[in-house]
Antibody, heavy 120, light 107 residues
Framework: QVQLVESGGGVVQPGRSLRLSCAAS????????MHWVRQAPGKGLEWVAI????????YYADSVMGRFTISRDNSKNTLYLQMNSLRADDTAVYYC?????????????WGQGTLVTVSS | DIVLTQSPAILSLSPGERATLSCRAS??????LAWYQQKPGQAPRLLIS???NRATGIPARFSGSGSGTDFSLTISSLEPEDFAVYYC?????????FGGGTKVEIK
């Protein structure tokens, strides 16, 4: 059974950094692309980033390009999102999601999310 | 970026009724479209991929259709657990985008 557990959220001041983690289990992590998707309070879904199964290919939404970095450690079955220069509009629940393939198709399994609040 | 416009924003129906949700893309996405269901306080769940393929474990009352720019999700007979928010999502290019969502609420 696929399980994705996000951690690392919390309250952070504008301009500061935060690193999110997503611990994966129940599947061969190194065989699948992984995504981060966020949802601001009361709003819809916004795709943030994707990383391919081996970590070679990474793409970002324009809204986070140059500030966020997606990475993975296949030896630890863990996905990361390093978030720098945080802004108030980055406030959201951040979900990690497993792709159906090695890179980019569909988001077949999701974690329960971790809340990031950017506020002074 | 490809913009996905979902309509209606809110659909008020009774259990047992048929629900038809629409998703329109700002340019062709071929059949690279999925539908997700999200209930309050829960993560989204993949329902339909490639416009019309039901994901594993999804009941047959859910069906998807369309290609190019116009897509629809149909729930043939609403069950109590189907009242939720539904999002479409495209993967025509690597810049994935979601629609704004349709809330299916109990009338």
């Amino acid at each position: 059974q696929v399980q994705l557990v996000e951690s690392g959220g919390g309250v952070v001041q504008p301009g500061r950094s935060l690193r999110l983690s997503c611990a994966a289990s129940g599947f061969t992590f190194s065989n699948y692309g992984m995504h981060w998707v966020r949802q601001a309070p009361g709003k819809g879904l916004e795709w943030v980033a994707i990383i391919s199964f081996e970590g070679t290919n990474r793409y970002y939404a324009d809204s986070v390009m140059g500030r966020f970095t997606i990475s993975r450690d296949n030896s630890k079955n863990t996905l990361y999102l390093q978030m720098n220069s945080l802004r108030a509009d980055d406030t959201a629940v951040y979900y990690c999601a497993k792709d159906t393939t090695r890179f980019l198709e569909w988001l077949s399994s999701w974690g329960q999310g971790t809340l990031v609040t950017v506020s002074s | 970026d490809i913009v996905l416009t979902q309509s209606p924003a809110i659909l008020s129906l009774s259990p047992g009724e048929r629900a038809t949700l629409s998703c329109r893309a700002s340019q062709s996405v071929s059949s690279y479209l999925a539908w997700y269901q999200q209930k309050p306080g829960q993560a989204p769940r993949l329902l339909i991929s490639d416009a019309s393929n039901r994901a594993t474990g999804i009941p047959a009352r859910f069906s998807g259709s369309g290609s190019g720019t116009d897509f629809s999700l149909t729930i043939s007979s609403l069950e109590p657990e189907d009242f939720a928010v539904y999002y479409c999502q495209q993967r025509s290019n690597w810049r994935l985008t979601f629609g704004g969502g349709t809330k299916v609420e109990i009338k």
